[in-house]
């Protein structure tokens, strides 16, 4: 008996476990040695749980021997300081509008709060995970950005896309057995010494393509893309990057940087990137270990 088993287990019950883990092994084939960018926010961030499933769940993901890479934003953390400090907090086709007092706020609690912290409850695990910022290194760079809506170009203040990436700094921290978790800010290329809010799906995306990475994974909030939403039995688990492309401009606005950042990326030479519910305990490893996986994949094609 291992000296690591905790309770007894009937013979059917480790028949089971056993045909679990057999089930994963084609894709521990795939994925070993291999580099997945996961994207993590939203309610996974804020529910003690779901927090606690993510991190055993990179933490397993190293231990098999992939090479995980987190980038993390915090939506729901930067809204709520906001509130606290009484600043305005306004979305304009998904973005969130970030003024010079705002952005202040943002690079706070994306990098002094929440990058710990979610480091802390993954070396839990091991001592594997290490926190970066987008700033760190010149791992990123980006440029202001605004919106279109309706035909007409909005400003959103300190908010940009990531335009430059050097992978170094993150593939240095790969090679010494680290999962570097990463804060989705950027400095302003334009603006030294100024930050920019950059959207954790498209900076995701943007490592993604620049690492070479086998796969992106998107948490979000729903179960998928819904080509009739809100019709629930019209998610779609698998499309081409053709497919999305067409029906990108009919998606919700809040869908369409976590689509965008999906094609983006399989654009730039990713296998697969999906999106999956960060609602679900360990969806990340359904969907990296199953069949069938979970939420909407997208492929080139």
């Known amino acids: 008996m291992s000296d ?44 003690e749980e779901l927090q606690e499933s993510f991190a055993q769940d990179i933490a397993y993901l190293r231990f098999v021997g992939v090479k995980p890479v987190v980038v993390h934003g915090g ?39 929440i990058n710990p912290q979610l480091v802390a409850r993954i070396n839990a695990y091991g001592p594997f ?24 170009e909005h400003d959103l203040g300190h908010v940009g896309d990531v335009v430059e990436v050097d992978p170094q700094p993150v593939l240095d921290q790969l090679d010494a057995g680290r999962i570097p978790v990463i804060s989705s800010i950027a400095p302003d290329l334009d603006d030294p010494g100024s930050s920019l809010n950059v959207n954790a799906d498209a900076a995701a995306a943007a ?5 070479g990475a086998t796969k992106l994974v ?32 009919s998606l919700e606005s809040g869908m369409i940087p976590k689509m965008q950042a999906c094609l983006d990326a399989v654009d730039g030479g990713v296998d697969t990137a999906a999106i999956i519910d960060g609602r679900q305990p360990h969806s990340v490893l359904v969907e990296v270990f199953t069949a069938q996986g979970i939420g909407t994949e997208v492929v080139a094609g």
């Not at 490592?207 to 690492?211: K, Q």
């Open 75 to 113: 939506g729901p953390q930067i809204s709520r300081m906001l509130d606290r400090l009484s600043i305005e907090s306004e979305f304009k086709g998904g973005y969130r509008v970030t003024s010079t007092e705002a952005i202040d706020v943002v690079r706070m609690v994306l990098t002094g709060q």
């Open 207 to 211: 490592l993604a393509t620049a690492l």
């Open 218 to 249: 998107v948490l979000t909030d729903v179960p998928g893309l819904y080509a009739d939403w809100p019709n629930r039995d019209s998610l779609v688990s698998h499309l081409t990057a053709t497919g999305l492309r067409e029906m990108l401009p």
């Open 4 to 47: 690591i088993d905790l309770q007894q287990t009937t013979p059917e019950e480790a028949a089971i476990k056993a045909g679990v883990l057999i089930e994963s092994l084609p894709w521990l084939q795939r994925f070993r040695d291999q580099i997945i960018v996961i994207k993590y926010g939203g309610n996974a961030m804020v529910s």
């Open 129 to 152: 995970a290490t926190g970066l910022s987008g700033e760190d290194a010149g791992l990123f760079g980006g440029r202001r950005r605004g919106v279109v809506i309706d035909g007409t």
